[in-house]
Nanobody, 116 residues
Framework: VQLVESGGGLVQPGGSLRLSCAAS????????MSWYRQAPGKERELVAG????????NVADSVKGRFTISRDNAKNTVYLQMNSLKPEDTAVYFC??????????WGQGTQVTVSS
C-alpha cells in the first residue's frame, strides 16, 4: 500500500497550489479519502474529505470557499485545490485512505509554506 503526496511548496499569500495523492496497492475506488494537515506544534487536523465515489465532500470551516477536494478513480488519485492561501495554511499536508471496515492508510506528507 502506498499513498504518495506531491504538489507542495513555497507560495506567496493569495497564491494557489494543487496537491495530489497517488494511491496504489489497494482498491482506491472503495475508500473514502481525506486530507489532513499538521502545523508545527499543533495537532493534525482534518482539512477535507471525499466519499469513495466522489459524490459527497466536506471541508473544514477554516478553508471553506478556498479549498476543494476531488478525486479521479481512474487514476487512483485524490486532489486538493488550494486557492487564496494564507500564512496560517502553512503545514505538512497528508492524505489518508479509510476503508469500510475502518482500516486506514496514510501518506508521508508534503510541505506547504505560505510566506512572502
Amino acid at each position: 500500500v502506498q499513498l504518495v503526496e506531491s504538489g507542495g511548496g513555497l507560495v506567496q499569500p493569495g497564491g494557489s497550489l494543487r496537491l495530489s495523492c497517488a494511491a496504489s496497492g489497494f482498491t482506491f475506488s472503495s475508500y473514502r479519502m481525506s486530507w489532513y494537515r499538521q502545523a508545527p506544534g499543533k495537532e493534525r487536523e482534518l482539512v477535507a474529505g471525499i466519499s469513495s465515489t466522489g459524490g459527497n465532500t466536506n471541508v473544514a470551516d477554516s478553508v471553506k470557499g478556498r479549498f476543494t477536494i476531488s478525486r479521479d478513480n481512474a487514476k487512483n488519485t485524490v486532489y486538493l485545490q488550494m486557492n487564496s492561501l494564507k500564512p496560517e495554511d502553512t503545514a505538512v499536508y497528508f492524505c489518508r485512505a479509510t476503508g469500510i471496515w475502518g482500516n486506514m492508510y496514510w501518506g508521508q506528507g508534503t510541505q506547504v509554506t505560505v510566506s512572502s
